[in-house]
């Protein structure tokens, strides 16, 4: 509260810090071309989950994707080389 709140009407504000944090983080989608099962899906989060900075990561098999949360903006090449060494390819 601002010990205000008969003038500006401010209310009580709760800011949950959790979700604070998980909004500064950035989202990136990539297509993943050969992506076909929960299998293929586990081998590849789990390759780019081990990517500096990377926070979480989810295949979506049905339409070929990962999303990545990360603690800031990736380098493309990079997820790229790491998708590869997988044994799976990004599509452009």
Do not use: F, P
């Not at 299998?39 to 994707?65: F, L, R």
């Amino acid at each position: 509260m601002c010990g205000n709140e008969s003038s500006c009407g401010c209310g009580t504000v709760t800011i949950d810090s959790a979700r604070a944090a998980a909004d500064t983080r950035t989202r990136s989608t990539y297509q993943v071309s050969g992506m076909t099962c929960g299998g293929c899906a586990k081998k590849v989060t789990g390759h780019v989950s081990e990517i500096a900075g990377v926070t979480d990561v989810q295949a979506d098999v049905a339409a070929g994707t990962i999303t990545v949360l990360s603690d800031n903006l990736l380098d493309t090449a990079e997820v790229r080389a790491v998708v590869q060494r997988a044994g799976y390819q990004l599509v452009d």
